[in-house]
């Protein structure tokens, strides 16, 4: 089953909390600009690249819009670990990019 939050509640959370961000999009997309503190992890890599992640901790999952992301997230919940969607995506990020 699929969890989202949307851009605004993450954000919060974001500032506050210390998260496991995941940015799927793809390289150039992610060195072009990206939330501060995210971990590329391209979702074209995910089948093999989600093997670094630890299944006792919970990821924020993001991408461009939101549509890679939730593709992802519903991957990596079939593989036992706890992901949560971001709405919206960067093209909702209020924030500064790195």
Known sequence: METS??????Y??????NLNLIDVREVH?????????AKNL???????GYKE????????VICQGGVRSA???EFLSTQGL?????????????????
């Open 5 to 10: 939050i949307s851009m605004t509640d993450f």
């Open 12 to 17: 919060e959370k974001y500032l506050n909390e």
């Open 29 to 37: 997309e992610f060195q072009a600009g990206h939330a501060p503190g």
């Open 42 to 48: 391209p979702l074209s890599t995910l089948e093999q």
């Open 53 to 60: 992640l630890k299944p006792d901790q919970e990821y924020h």
């Open 71 to 73: 593709s992802a997230c």
């Open 82 to 98: 706890t992901v949560i969607n971001v709405e919206g995506g960067m093209n909702a990020w209020p924030g500064q990019v790195e």
